[in-house]
T-cell receptor
Framework: AQSVTQPDIHITVSEGASLELRCNYSYGATPYLFWYVQSPGQGLQLLLKYFSGDTLVQGIKGFEAEFKRSQSSFNLRKPSVHWSDAAEYFC????????????FGTGTRLQVFP | DVKVTQSSRYLVKRTGEKVFLECVQD?????MFWYRQDPGLGLRLIYFSYDVKMKEKGDIPEGYSVSREKKERFSLILESASTNQTSMYLCASSLETSGNTIYFGEGSWLTVV
């Protein structure tokens, strides 16, 4: 079955520390992979996406993610977290042929301490 | 700039009421979606539409219907609201071409009492 797992429900980091949010997927075909961020009370904003090519993808707000096919993972990273990064982060996977079948993970809530 | 607008941000409705959630996008996107977001469950697709007057059921369509009379507008309808439909509802849109980004509205918080 197709699925996305975000094993960490809640992560707390200090401002300035590095961050890695985990995402594992189970998908039979070539996946399209996405990371979205949701600030409190807001909709989702795309951080980055991977379709093909370089497995290290750069996104907005200083985020990057690395696709590792052998581990079925697409982890999100940021070298130095800012207080404004506190939000909920969603990983999503979809087929290569359309975006109407995106499967979302359950999200990871990031808390940043000063 | 990309814009998906959900006209009602916060609603409180009574059990049994008919509820309309409206969504408008200004990007001429073919695809439009309604998701439901609940803590611990992430986003679940209720319905999507890939063209005017076209609709497809998502993962949790029970208790919901949709309407798309114009390309830019996609409405979610709760025929008879129930307390278990209390949730955050997110509208989204995307271009038809594969792999395109889905753009989300800010969400509608619905409480059914």
């Amino acid at each position: 079955a197709q699925s996305v797992t975000q094993p960490d429900i809640h992560i707390t980091v200090s401002e300035g520390a590095s961050l890695e949010l985990r995402c594992n997927y189970s998908y039979g075909a070539t996946p399209y992979l996405f990371w979205y961020v949701q600030s409190p009370g807001q909709g989702l904003q795309l951080l980055l996406k991977y379709f093909s090519g370089d497995t290290l993808v750069q996104g907005i707000k200083g985020f990057e993610a690395e696709f590792k096919r052998s581990q079925s993972s697409f982890n999100l990273r940021k070298p130095s977290v800012h207080w404004s990064d506190a939000a909920e982060y969603f990983c999503a996977v979809g087929p290569s042929y359309n975006t109407d079948k995106l499967i979302f993970g359950t999200g990871t809530r990031l808390q940043v301490f000063p | 700039d990309v814009k998906v607008t959900q006209s009602s941000r916060y609603l409180v409705k009574r059990t049994g009421e008919k509820v309309f959630l409206e969504c408008v996008q200004d990007m001429d996107h073919e695809n439009m979606f309604w998701y439901r977001q609940d803590p611990g469950l992430g986003l679940r697709l209720i319905y999507f539409s890939y063209d005017v007057k076209m609709k497809e059921k998502g993962d949790i369509p029970e208790g919901y219907s949709v309407s798309r009379e114009k390309k830019e507008r996609f409405s979610l309808i709760l025929e008879s609201a129930s307390t278990n439909q209390t949730s955050m509802y997110l509208c989204a849109s995307s271009l038809e071409t594969s792999g395109n980004t889905i753009y989300f509205g800010e969400g509608s918080w619905l409480t059914v009492v």
